[in-house]
C-alpha cells in the first residue's frame, strides 16, 4: 500500500523526489528542504497522512551534507506509513512544518536541540530536553558522551515582555475594589510553578503559569529534567545492551518496552519470534498494560481527591509485580525480552497464579467503578475538563488512549498486528468527548480488555522453543560455552562485539500503555546502533498540555496532566 | 531512663535529647524528591501493602518546609540540580537525606553528559540505597538505619554532622 503512495508522489512531484527507498517495508522519499513543506502539505491533504508521528535527526560527519533530518507520517485512515527525508548541511535551516502539524513544534526543537539543525520559521526554537545553559549539541557524533555540563540555575520560561502582553488580556482583575485603571499592571498577575517537583506532575515536569485571579491566562511547559540520554548511551551499547536502558523509558510498563525494541531490533535483523515467545510477549506486555493504567488511573484519581481507590488499585497491582518479581527477579525493570527471544520461558504455575491475580484485578476494578463512574465530584471535576478535537489530536501527535478517548478507534494492535494480535478476541474501548472523564473510562475499559487477552493467550499460549534457533543473535547453552571451543567464541563475538545488526534503517513499533511507541534504528553493520530513536507517546501529548489548560483552573490543570499519563522517564529519554 | 507505672503518680524520667529524639525518630515527615522509575517504588512503599505508617513515616510531605527527610528518588540531571539544592537548603534542621536508588547515590549505569554522578555532588547525604530500583523493603530497612541515627544524634545539626561530606 506505501509503495503505491511512494509512485503516486513520484509522479506528483517528478523530479522534486531526490531519490526512494525501501527497507523491510518502510518506504522513504527523499526531497530538498526547500520542497519540504510542499510535499508534507500534499501528503497531508491528499493522501490522508493525518499525524507526523515523529522527526528524527541522524548526525553523518562523513557526508558533504552531514546531517539528515526523517519525517516520519502515518495515516490512520488509509493504513499507510511514509518516512520523508531532508540531507541538509551544517548550519543549513530546514522550514518548519509546524504550521502543518503541531507535533512538529516540539520534535523540531529536540532536533535543533541535539543537532543543532535550524528549522526557519518556528515560531519557539529553544532547547528542549538539555539545560539553557548547554553548550554545542549532544547527539552529534563528536560529542563526548561524558561531557557533562552544569547548570546553575532554572530558566524563566516568562519574560518581563511576556507576562505585560498576558496583562493586557487579563480580566478578572479589573473590577478590583478601587482600582480606577481599567486594565491589569503587569505585577498584578501571579506566576505558579508546578514541578519540576510537584506531587501532582507524578515525574519531574515544569509548567509555569500566569494566572488572572484564579483562572491560568497563559502557560508554559518545560521538560528535559530527567533527560538520561537513552540514545546516546545506545549509540555507546551493543545492541543487546540497550534493553535494560529501555526499562527505564517507561518504567511503570518495563516488559513493554522490551518487547517492543526486541521486535524492532528484530525487524531490521530479518528474523520472527518464535510462537511461544509471541505469545509470552502478548501476555507479558498486556500485564504491563494493565498496570501502567492502575498506577496511571490510582494517581489521577488521588489527585482529585479520591483517595480510596489507590488502596483499591495499587494492591492489585502489587499482587501482579509479585508474579513479575518472581518471573524476572525485578519488580519494576525486568530486563525480561531478548533480541530474538526472552530471557527464559515462564515458570511452573504462572498461569494459574496470573488466572488468580486477575480475578483480584476484577475486583479492583468493579470497587472503584462503583465508587466512582456515577460519583457526583469525580464527574464534576472531569467531564467536559481538558477535552480535545479529533483533529487536534490527530495534529498534536496523540496515540494510545488519549487518542481513543476522543473516539477513534485506532489501536496499533488492530491497524498493524504485530505477535499475532489479530487473532485474539479483543475490543477497542473508545470515549466520545476526548476529555478527563473519558480518558479514565478509556484506561478502566482497557484493563478490562487487557485481562481478556491475557486470559486467552494462558489458553492458548503454544509450547516448543522461546527463543530462535539463530547462532548469530541468541547466546549459546551453558553447556556449549563451557563444553566447545565453537561455544565460547560464539559467547564471546555476542558479548564484545554484539549482535552484528545487518546494515539498514528499520522502524519498529507496537501499541504502548500510553500510546505508540517506536524505535527508529539505523545500523552500520557493527554490533552497536548508529542510531536509535525512540518515538515516546507522551512526548507529543504532553507538548499539547500548555494550550490545554490555558483558560481552566489549577485544580482542572492536575486532573488534566495525571489523565493524559505523562511519564518522564519515557517523556525526556 | 527511669519508669515507675507501679505508684499512683506513674512518671517516667528521662533526659531532654532522649525524649526528643525519641519522638522525631518515629515521626520523620519525608519530602520524597520523586523524579523517575525509584519514584514508582516508593508510592508502593507508602501503599498499604508495605505501609510505611509502621514506621511512623507516612506523612509525606511536599513542601521542604514541614519535612525532615529528603527521599532522593531518581536520577538527578544537571537540569534539576540547583533545584534539589534549592530545596535541600529550604528545609529546617535537624535533617536528613536518603538517596534512594543507584541514580541517586553515584548516577548508576547513566555516566553521561546530562547525569548528575550523584546527589551528593550538591548536597550532603545520610544513607545511600543500592538497587535499581530498591524494594520497598530496601527503603524500609533505609528507613530504620536512618532512625538509629535519629536516636543517636537528633541534636546535632546538620550542618555539622554533613561538615566536609559535600564532594564539591
Not at chain 1, 27 to 52: F, I, M, R, W, Y
Not at chain 1, 252 to 280: D, F, H, W
Request: charged letters at 25%.
Amino acid at each position: 500500500m506505501s509503495q503505491k503512495l511512494v509512485e503516486r508522489l513520484q509522479r506528483e512531484f517528478g523530479d522534486e523526489i531526490l531519490a526512494v527507498a525501501s527497507h523491510r517495508g518502510d518506504e522513504s522519499v527523499t526531497v530538498a528542504p526547500a520542497n519540504l513543506p510542499k510535499v508534507l502539505a500534499h501528503l497531508k491533504d491528499a493522501e490522508g497522512c493525518e499525524q507526523l508521528s515523529d522527526v528524527v535527526g541522524v548526525d553523518y560527519p562523513d557526508r558533504d551534507e552531514r546531517f539528515e533530518v526523517l519525517y516520519l507520517l502515518r495515516s490512520w485512515r488509509n493504513k499507510h506509513r511514509i518516512q520523508v527525508r531532508v540531507p541538509v548541511a551544517e548550519d543549513q535551516p530546514v522550514p518548519t512544518v509546524s504550521g502543518l502539524y503541531r507535533s512538529a513544534d516540539w520534535h523540531e526543537r529536540e532536533v535543533f536541540d541535539l543537532f543543532g539543525v535550524p528549522f526557519s520559521g518556528h515560531p519557539d526554537l529553544r532547547r528542549i530536553l538539555c539545560h539553557h545553559q548547554f553548550e554545542g549539541h549532544a547527539l552529534r557524533k563528536d560529542y563526548p558522551i561524558e561531557q557533562g555540563q552544569e547548570c546553575t540555575r532554572p530558566e524563566n520560561l516568562f519574560t518581563d515582555a511576556d507576562i505585560a502582553r498576558a496583562a493586557q488580556r487579563a480580566t478578572n482583575l479589573v473590577t478590583r475594589v478601587g482600582d480606577a485603571a481599567d486594565e491589569v499592571h503587569p505585577s498584578d498577575l501571579l506566576t505558579v510553578n508546578i514541578g519540576p517537583s510537584h506531587p501532582a506532575t507524578h515525574g519531574a515536569l515544569r509548567a509555569e503559569l500566569l494566572l488572572d485571579g484564579e483562572t491560568i491566562i497563559e502557560a508554559r511547559t518545560e521538560i528535559g529534567y530527567i533527560h538520561r540520554c537513552f540514545e546516546k548511551e545506545a549509540e555507546d551499547h551493543t545492541w543487546a545492551e540497550v534493553m535494560p536502558y529501555t526499562d527505564r523509558l517507561n518504567y511503570c510498563s518495563a516488559m513493554l518496552n522490551n518487547s517492543i525494541y526486541a521486535s524492532a531490533v528484530e525487524k531490521l535483523i530479518g528474523i520472527e519470534a518464535t510462537p511461544r515467545c509471541q505469545g509470552i510477549r502478548v501476555i507479558v506486555s498486556e500485564l504491563s498494560r494493565i498496570i501502567d493504567h492502575l498506577v496511571c488511573v490510582c494517581a489521577n484519581l488521588v489527585d482529585i481527591g479520591a483517595l480510596t481507590n489507590y488502596w483499591y488499585l495499587y494492591n492489585v497491582r502489587e499482587s501482579i509485580y509479585e508474579s513479575l518479581e518472581k518471573l524476572c527477579g525485578s519488580r519494576l525493570t525486568t530486563n525480561y525480552a531478548r533480541i530474538g527471544g526472552m530471557s527464559h520461558d515462564l515458570y511452573p504455575g504462572f498461569a494459574d497464579e496470573i488466572r488468580h491475580k486477575l480475578g483480584e484485578l476484577d475486583r479492583g476494578v468493579t470497587d472503584v467503578m462503583k465508587l466512582v463512574a456515577r460519583n457526583r465530584i469525580f464527574l464534576d471535576r472531569t467531564s467536559g475538563v481538558g477535552a480535545i478535537s479529533q483533529a487536534d489530536a490527530l495534529s498534536w501527535g496523540y496515540t494510545g488512549p488519549c487518542l481513543r478517548a476522543t473516539g477513534l478507534a485506532y489501536d496499533l494492535r488492530k491497524e498493524a498486528p504485530y505477535w499475532g494480535y489479530e487473532t485474539y478476541d479483543f475490543e477497542i474501548p473508545t470515549g466520545t468527548d476526548g476529555d478527563t472523564h473519558d480518558r479514565i473510562m478509556v484506561r478502566m475499559a482497557e484493563m478490562v480488555q487487557s485481562r481478556s487477552i491475557v486470559m486467552q493467550a494462558l489458553d492458548r499460549l503454544p509450547s516448543g522453543p522461546v527463543d530462535v534457533d539463530d547462532a548469530r543473535v541468541i547466546l549459546p547453552p551453558k553447556a556449549e560455552v563451557y563444553g566447545s571451543i565453537e561455544g565460547v567464541m560464539n559467547q564471546f563475538k555476542l558479548i564484545y562485539e554484539g549482535i552484528r545488526v545487518p546494515a539498514g534503517e528499520g522502524y519498529g513499533f507496537g501499541e504502548g500503555a500510553n500510546g505508540e511507541l517506536g524505535f527508529f534504528c539505523i545500523s552500520d553493520g557493527t554490533g552497536h546502533p548508529y542510531r536509535m530513536k525512540v518515538r515516546p507517546p507522551c512526548f507529543p501529548i504532553f507538548s499539547s498540555y500548555a494550550e490545554m489548560i490555558q483558560g481552566g483552573m489549577i485544580p482542572d490543570a492536575i486532573a488534566v496532566l495525571g489523565s493524559l499519563n505523562i511519564i518522564a522517564g519515557e517523556l525526556d529519554r | 531512663m527511669a519508669v515507675d507505672l507501679e505508684s499512683p503518680s506513674n512518671y517516667i524520667t528521662t533526659r531532654l535529647r532522649q525524649a526528643v529524639n525519641w519522638g522525631r525518630k518515629y515521626s520523620l515527615w519525608p519530602l520524597p524528591f520523586g523524579v523517575a522509575c525509584c519514584a514508582i517504588e516508593f508510592m508502593s512503599t507508602v501503599s498499604s501493602y508495605n505501609d510505611i505508617s509502621r514506621f511512623g513515616a507516612e506523612l509525606v510531605r511536599f513542601s521542604p518546609r514541614q519535612s525532615d527527610l529528603l527521599i532522593i528518588a531518581g536520577t538527578i540531571s544537571y537540569k534539576q540540580a540547583p533545584i534539589l539544592k534549592t530545596i535541600y537548603e529550604q528545609m529546617a534542621e535537624p535533617k536528613w537525606v536518603i538517596a534512594m536508588g543507584v541514580c541517586a547515590s553515584s548516577g548508576g549505569f547513566y555516566n553521561n553528559y546530562s547525569t548528575l554522578q550523584g546527589a551528593d555532588r550538591v548536597i550532603p547525604v545520610d544513607m545511600y540505597v543500592a538497587g535499581c530500583p530498591p524494594t520497598p523493603e530496601n527503603l524500609l530497612y533505609s528507613l530504620t538505619l536512618i532512625q538509629e541515627r535519629v536516636e543517636k544524634e537528633g541534636l546535632v545539626p546538620s550542618s555539622v554532622r554533613h561538615a566536609g561530606r559535600v564532594q564539591s
